[in-house]
């Protein structure tokens, strides 16, 4: 039973280029979230997505946006990219309307010059 | 708003010794807690977690964390630690199953031979 997937593992971009970065869930999992975390940082929490529609945001900039697909697959875009958007950017699934955990994938990290 | 504040960003420890990780939150409604691991270079493993009963979690690998509502903590424990359990460390609470994760900023645990 694959985990969480996420792809590219790596990914080096320039200010004000655009990044899509690609998630599929957990096996039966429905929900989709995704994270960014900060070198030395915590995780901050950037959106959720369920039954194709963005359920929660985070506070971050419209610059980022999401989108899931009907396999529960997910993408998020990152437009402009700022040198401060550097970061490992973390995909967690999770099942049903009100699930109790998330499963999180390896990540992508993403190094904007 | 929630937050979550990890007290100690490193801990150093020598093998089979006991260690202790505190965490504090803040919230104004009833939480869920987790401890989550991060191996270098990987995604985030849940370690426990607290929903609901009893005050005391375990994991299968030795660790327990104890919810102190009065405190608002979630202290996590080991009582003897290997090698291998060094790693980073993070507290995370959220205000309902499926709601988004807050995470505190990690604490470095270096075991020692």
């Known amino acids: 039973d694959a985990g969480v997937t996420q792809s590219p593992t790596h990914l080096i971009k320039t200010r004000g280029q655009q990044v899509t970065l690609r998630c599929s869930p957990k096996?039966?999992?429905?929900?989709v979230s995704w994270y960014q975390q900060a070198l030395g940082q915590g995780p901050q929490f950037i959106f959720q997505?369920?039954?194709?529609?963005?359920?929660q945001r985070g506070n971050f900039p419209d610059r980022f946006s999401g989108h899931q697909f009907p396999n529960y697959s997910s993408e998020l875009n990152v437009n402009a990219l700022l040198l401060g958007d550097s970061a490992l950017y973390l995909c967690?699934?999770?099942?049903?309307?009100?699930?109790?955990?998330?499963?999180f994938g390896p990540g992508t990290r993403l190094l904007v010059l | 708003a929630q937050s979550v504040t990890q007290l100690d960003s490193q801990v150093p420890v020598f093998e089979e010794a006991p260690v202790e990780l505190r965490c504090n939150y803040s919230?104004?409604?009833?939480?869920?807690l987790f401890w989550y691991v991060q191996y270098p270079n990987q995604g985030l493993q849940l370690l426990l977690k607290y929903l609901s009963g009893s005050t005391l979690v375990e994991s299968i690998n030795g660790f327990e964390a104890e919810f102190n509502k009065s405190q608002t903590s979630f202290h996590l424990r080991k009582p003897s630690v290997h090698i291998s359990d060094t790693a980073e460390y993070f507290c995370?609470?959220?205000?309902?199953?499926?709601?988004?994760?807050?995470f505190g900023g990690g604490t470095r645990v270096l075991v020692k031979p």
């Open positions: 967690a699934s999770s099942l049903g309307r009100t699930p109790e955990t998330q499963y």
């Open positions: 995370a609470v959220s205000e309902a199953a499926g709601n988004k994760l807050t």
């Open positions: 096996s039966g999992h429905d929900t």
């Open positions: 919230s104004s409604v009833s939480v869920y």
């Open positions: 997505y369920y039954e194709e529609e963005e359920r």
